[in-house]
């Protein structure tokens, strides 16, 4: 798998990250809270992908 690879996912999770929190804001007041810690973990992975990218590529 190639570095551009992680890159990729990275910004397509910053995408689902956003995309998640918007779908937060349409549930219902009791499923709320659980939607947003939802997007608040997607929203943690951007750097893990692009910190493993960059060890792919220094590995390369």
């Keep these: 798998m190639h570095s551009t690879h992680f890159y990729a996912t990275s910004v397509a999770s910053i995408g689902l990250c956003i995309g998640l929190w ?19 973990f997607v ?3 951007p750097p893990m992908f692009w910190l493993m990218g960059d060890s792919l590529k220094a590995a390369e």
Excluded: H, P, S
């Excluded at 219902?28 to 947003?36: I, K, P, S, T, V």
């Design 22 to 40: 918007i779908r937060a804001k349409t549930v219902d007041q009791d499923e709320r809270g659980n939607a947003e810690r939802r997007a608040l």
């Design 43 to 45: 929203g943690l992975w």
